[in-house]
């Protein structure tokens, strides 16, 4: 049973905005920070958001900052990514991760706990 199940992905136009959402199958994720990272192929993966078990603590990419938004729903088990302002170069297969680490060291971390199987957003031109 695969524990991070991500959704919403597909092909949106630049400009549009899309909504990923993540849910927790079969186990709860308590005090866990949670986030969203996306590679393209050739690329190594990158980060681009988390957010703290409380959601009171937030960190974002650099090119993803002010355009997307990470919100968590822990009554749902759910973490979702609103993405705005879509570009081409959005275009990657984004995967929704959990682990103990601090909102602060996500962008810095590799091996996270644990990882969903990814979803592919295409963004046109």
């Known amino acids: 049973q695969v524990p991070l199940v991500e959704s919403g992905g597909g092909l949106v136009q630049a400009g549009d905005s899309r909504r990923l959402s993540c849910a927790a199958s079969?186990?709860?994720?308590?005090?866990?920070?949670m986030g969203w990272f996306r590679q393209v192929p050739g690329k190594e993966r990158e980060f681009i958001a988390a957010?703290?078990?409380?959601?009171?603590?937030?960190s974002y990419a650099e090119s993803v900052k002010d355009r997307f938004t990470i919100s968590r729903d822990n009554a749902k088990n759910t973490v979702s990514l609103q993405m705005s302002s879509l570009k081409p170069e959005d275009t990657a297969v984004y995967y929704c991760?959990?682990?103990?680490?601090?909102?602060?060291?996500?962008?810095?971390?590799?091996?996270?706990?644990?990882w969903g199987q990814g979803i592919l957003v295409t963004v046109s031109s």
């Open positions: 957010i703290s078990w409380s959601g009171g603590f937030t």
């Open positions: 991760a959990a682990d103990l680490a601090p909102v602060g060291n996500w962008r810095y971390l590799v091996n996270l706990e644990v």
């Open positions: 079969g186990r709860t994720f308590s005090g866990y920070t």
